[in-house]
């Protein structure tokens, strides 16, 4: 098999900032992932990039790009463009080595159950600014074909837990802005996979709210509070949880009404024990218990979130970086493995991850100029 070269980029729905990621992979087996490194967005990029996604609520059309939406592209393609120039010079990369770059963009509005998946960047600006291939749009047309277009990483968990040769099942939790799983059972060909809930993103808006700053920094707020048990039931009585899998959500398919009233520190607590008991939930849509939960994203470095998803969970619950693992950087890891799995033409979803009628390829491959 051909071995490539491939740098995989991230901008979540928590908005932070962009995650950028080098591997050398055949698209198939692991082989060697490389440096990874985190370039932040500023107040005011972050306050664009919330106005955009609040713009993008009512469009239908997924080309469209009207006002901040468009302005937002704009941004993206360009700051992107900046964390790949700064990321090769950085750690002394020979960018003739580079076979693909891998950009998802930012997600303005996922809405699977009308076909329409949002987002934002411009995959042929940005290979023109490098000067080398961009793989791109790959979630489209697994939702033209009916799929829910997300999660997409899942392929890239099974090749994970391959690599570290665990015995399953083993379950990989990313806790982004929206949580998901990717279920890996020995011998199987497919990963199950579906998105459980909210991770971050909620307990992110509300310290946004509340004081200027968009995260619960290591949980400190969350630890000082008090889950309120029936602002959690509310939360949980959400239709979403009772759906069959495979499923997915956009960012802002939950409210925070539940916990308008509360202090800042019981309203962190009772957002972050919501995300832990859908964790919880979502083992019944499992073939079989999990024997090693293993958690990625930011919510891994929140420690009052880590403690109630251990105490959730009826098996070990370990962070990323406890197998050896670059928790922060696994999503941009991600996209440089479909990044090559697009050039060699291999699914990157499947009926067991997204619903898709079938294994999908996917994405755009757009070349300098």
């Known amino acids: 098999m ?9 901008s979540g729905t928590s908005m932070d900032g962009i995650d950028v990621a080098l591997v050398d992979t055949d698209g198939r087996a692991l082989a060697s992932p490389g440096p990874a490194s985190f370039y932040p967005y500023d107040d005011t990029e972050r306050a664009l990039l919330r106005a955009a996604i609040a713009e993008a609520l009512p469009l239908e059309d997924r080309t469209a790009r009207p006002g ?29 080595t580079i076979a693909v770059v891998g950009f998802h963009g930012q997600t303005v509005l996922h809405r699977p159950q009308k076909r329409l998946t949002i987002q934002i960047g411009d995959g042929k600006a940005l290979s023109t600014a490098l000067g080398l291939p961009v793989a791109w749009d790959m979630r489209a047309a697994d ?11 899942p392929a890239w968990h099974r090749a994970l837990v391959a690599a570290g040769r ?18 890996v059972a020995d011998g199987d060909v497919n990963p199950i996979a579906f998105d459980t809930g909210p991770a971050n ?19 400190r707020a969350a630890a000082a509070g008090a889950v309120n048990s029936a602002a959690l039931k509310a939360l949980l009585s959400h239709p979403y949880f009772s759906a069959p899998a495979p499923k997915s959500l956009d960012r ?55 403690s109630m998803v251990a105490d959730a969970l009826p098996f070990t619950v370990e962070a990323a970086s406890a197998r050896g693992l670059n928790g922060d950087a696994i999503e941009a890891q991600a996209f440089a493995y479909l990044a090559v799995r697009v050039l060699e033409g291999l699914p990157l979803t499947f009926p067991t991850t997204t619903g898709a009628p079938a294994p999908l ?9």
């Open 2 to 10: 051909h071995l490539y070269r491939a740098i995989g980029l991230m």
């Open 166 to 183: 665990l015995r399953g099942p083993v379950l990989v939790i990313n806790l982004g802005g929206v949580g998901n799983v990717t279920y």
């Open 252 to 306: 802002n398919a939950f409210s925070r009404a539940a916990v308008a009233r509360l202090s800042t520190e019981d309203a962190a607590a009772t957002l972050a024990a919501f995300t832990a008991q859908t964790l919880a939930l979502s083992l019944k849509l499992l073939p079989a218990q999990p024997r090693l939960a293993i958690v990625c994203g930011g919510g891994a470095r929140n420690a009052t979130l880590m």
């Open 68 to 96: 901040k939406v468009g302005e937002a592209e704009r941004l993206i393609t360009t700051r992107h463009a900046e964390a790949v120039d700064a990321f090769i010079s950085e750690h002394r990369l020979d960018r003739s």
């Open 143 to 153: 939702v033209a074909a009916g799929g829910q277009g997300a999660p997409l990483v």
């Open 201 to 219: 993103a909620l307990i992110d808006d509300l310290m946004l709210e509340r004081t200027g700053v968009a995260m619960d920094r290591d949980g």
């Open 361 to 369: 390829t996917g994405g755009v491959v757009s070349h300098p100029g």
